[in-house]
């Protein structure tokens, strides 16, 4: 289903504010009991029965879905172990033998550009648009969370803009995002076809899918 352009920014918003947090943050007792919390469980059953979610959206969320329920009496300490082995093997590049490549756009980008040069250009980014952090980030600026986490304050910037009449700033908003997109956002597809085959539980296996729903509804380049 298509949507227009103020319903694109709303609905990538949300989706990121569920995925992003599974990359910055360790699936500690909290975190594992917000999982268990009615407003996730709530969110991800919700968008798995979304018919204007696209396929890898709604399958998903529905794998994260049904394991978080069937889990729901899993002893914390075990539930920790279980989804921090996972994260650690997908998204930390512990070793070729084990894991993805690290999820950064340096490591992933194919067109001979540096590594220095790659993060240097994100962080220079930041700073044009005012996002430069405080404190300082946890990860280096191309990590695959930190670049999503920015994407998603543009689309921030885009439905307040649009919230407050300003039609003229959110095209503009609109824009900064897609360019930004194009810049450092391409290197997702080829991290998540690594990633998705090693995936040991349902959780991040559909984690991933969702970022591959993501990933794919964009405007054409």
Known sequence: MKINAAGRAEFNSALLALLIPHFLRLPDGEFVAALRGDEFRTAVK???ADGGAGEDIRR???????????????????LQLTLGVDRTR???????????PYPCEAVW?????NAAEVIERTAAFYRQHG?????PLPERPDY???ELSFYRCLLTEEIL????????KAAACAETADH???EHLLWLPDFIAAALPLAETDFYRGHLLMLRGFAADQPAV
């Not at 980008?109 to 550009?113: F, L």
């Not at 996002?131 to 404190?135: H, I, K, Q, V, W």
């Not at 803009?161 to 003229?168: F, P, T």
């Open 46 to 48: 919700a968008l798995s």
């Open 60 to 78: 998903g969320a529905a794998l994260m879905a049904t394991f978080i329920e069937e889990n729901l009496e899993t002893e914390t300490a075990a």
């Open 90 to 100: 997908l998204y930390r590049g512990v070793t070729p033998e084990y894991s993805p």
């Open 109 to 113: 980008r194919t067109d001979g550009v």
């Open 131 to 135: 996002l430069t952090p405080t404190p």
């Open 144 to 146: 695959i969370g930190v």
């Open 161 to 168: 803009a649009r919230q407050d009449g300003e039609e003229k």
């Open 180 to 182: 930004f997109r194009r």
